[in-house]
């Protein structure tokens, strides 16, 4: 079992006959059905022999396992390939938990709790918090949803009371906590809240609104320091890991001890496969337990290993292989779910070796990775170099990877899927009715929140795609510029009276239809007056998209048409204006085109993909925000072997708002 080579379980590459990984599991099955054969084989018989009478006829395939109701789940799941909003902390944020109660909490490195309400469509902010001094090192929601655990760095443990939004206590806890968990039973008067400690094995069990006395001290559980734990509401008992790479389950009673009212529980560690992680000599980095606690998900580094185990039984059921070498090995076999443009693969996997190593404060990054369940407990989602993958483990397919063309390598993750409760009372005759006001509200929002590596957002995926939503911008500037960027803001020269050479949007009437622009003066104020000047001066009007490229971009404004034209309002090129801000991470984004650096003109091109290879190469100054249909129009007509479509398309005028 230990060998992934030889586990049929293991997902990841696909073999080189088409067949899947699981079709090789029931090996011992097969054998069986052959044992006629070799009974009848004769030692002086040399090579392959026909088919005996008896054996011929049609070969019955294997049947390919189903999940029932699959479509249905999958649309209790989001499903848009880019997230739909991101909203900020000012640090990077480092845990998000979704709790029962539909609330979100976001904690980030620099002590910050903040509070969010799930609304019908979307979240709305409650409140923050400067819970702590210290970076926030573990979080934890009650199984009712009605308490929230942080502990940090400074020594300390802060209890919230959820639905009602406020901080109950302060907890001084005298050592460095390493991880928490509430282990208390819903609807239990008393929240008892478990906390480890960094540096040895002990675990101290509190009084959640008590005095921070410890009600029980565990010294005989762990001998490494525990970074995971996890409570079962079903079966009343807490799954635990430490830095040894040892599993424990226990009840968060005396004896501590392996729980010995569950029926079909484990007796002996030896009859499981707990003792992976230390045969492996990896380290695990979450235990998620699934809705009915039957089996529970772990992702482990330095092996980078998807397991799935059965809680009762302890026994290894899945194992998916996401490790750099395997990912390696498929994108260069073309085997991979999604292929990933090779430079862009290259950057994805300096960043995921950037993961294992210890940051400024000593901590691996890579421990914040987990993975998430459904609420059906068939689906598994975790994040990866390619995205985030969502998998059946019934049928061993990955059915979904969301967030694949984003530039953000995804880390911690929660979701939610529940509809949120409808106010006020309604009759039999409004709810059979078919009002499609009625049939809105009823209508589920499923989110999924991720955090993402080096990122103060928090980044939501959904059933909507990001230009669905008209109001803008789809990353939410939600705090105050620091104190280094309103300085930076001041002392940018103000402009002088009379007309502005700049502006803040404009729309390209085409002859295909309009495109709606928002331009960026702040970060590109030349390229921006650049392409206002022009555009007020008819300089566009009749020109051509000249290079149309699907899947990349399209390109106009040279009055040549051939792409060797154009010059700047100022009759010479200018130079590159590139900001932080601005990025190639998605489609419609605009750019001006050059020959190189400092060469810009008066061509600019629109995005259809996300190129982040563009970056610090082309000035961005803009991007599209509706008519994207005409994007894709344009991107979609039929083309020479010189890019330039048969049928010129032209730019009839460009209006400045």
Known sequence: MSDSEHDASVLGKRSRNGQDAEEHSDKQETEERHDPMDADDDDDDVGPMPMPAELEGPVAKKKRKVLPHEKLYLDHLPNADRYHKSFMHRDVINFCVMTKTEFLVTTSVDGIVKLWKKQDQGIEFVKLYRAHLAPVVSVSASADGQLFASVA?????????????????????????????????????????????????????????????????????????????????????????????????????????????????????????????K???????????????????????????????????????????????????????????????????????????????????????????????????????????????VVNTVTNRVVRLLGKDETVRFMNMTLYQGAPAKKGRSTVAAVASSNPLLAEKSIRDPTLVCTGY????????TRSAPEDDKSGDRDIFNERPTREEQSIASSTPALKGGPSPLANSATIHTTLGDMHLRLFPQQAPKAVENFVGHARSGYFEGVIFHRVIPKFMIQTGDPLGDGTGGTSIWGDEFEDEFSDDLKHDRPYTVSMANAGPGTNGSQFFITTNATPWLDKKHTIFGRVLSGLEVVHAIENVKTNKMDKPYEDIKIVNIDIE
């Open 454 to 461: 080096k990122r103060p957002r928090f980044y939501m995926f």
């Open 153 to 277: 760095e400074d020594g300390s443990a802060k209890v919230f009371d959820v639905i009602n939004f406020d901080m109950i206590n302060m907890l001084k806890l005298g050592y460095t906590p390493h991880a928490c968990c509430w282990v208390h039973k819903r609807g239990q008067a008393m929240g008892i809240l478990a906390v480890s400690e960094r540096t040895t094995g002990t675990i101290r069990l509190y009084d959640g609104r008590g005095d921070g006395k410890p009600l029980e001290i565990i010294e005989t559980l762990h001998r490494f320091p525990v970074h995971i734990m996890t409570y079962s509401d079903r079966y009343d008992c807490v799954v635990s890991a430490d830095e040894g790479g040892f599993v424990e389950y226990w009840q968060p009673l005396e004896p501590f001890e392996l729980p010995r009212n569950v029926h079909g529980l484990w007796d002996y560690k030896s009859e499981t496969d707990l003792y992976e992680f």
């Open 279 to 389: 045969k492996t000599k990896s380290i695990p980095t979450c235990i998620s337990l699934s809705p009915d606690s039957t089996h529970f998900a772990t992702f482990s580094l330095p092996d980078r290993q998807i397991r799935i185990f059965s809680f009762l039984t302890g026994k290894l059921t899945r194992r998916y292989d996401e490790s750099l070498a395997a990912i390696q090995e498929m994108q260069q076999a073309g085997t991979a779910i999604y292929k990933v443009e090779d430079m862009e693969f290259g950057r994805r996997l300096a960043t995921e070796r950037e993961l294992e190593l210890p940051g400024p404060d000593g901590r691996i990054p890579g421990m914040w990775i987990n993975a998430v369940w459904d609420e059906s407990g068939s689906f598994v989602i975790y994040p990866t170099l390619l995205g985030i993958k």
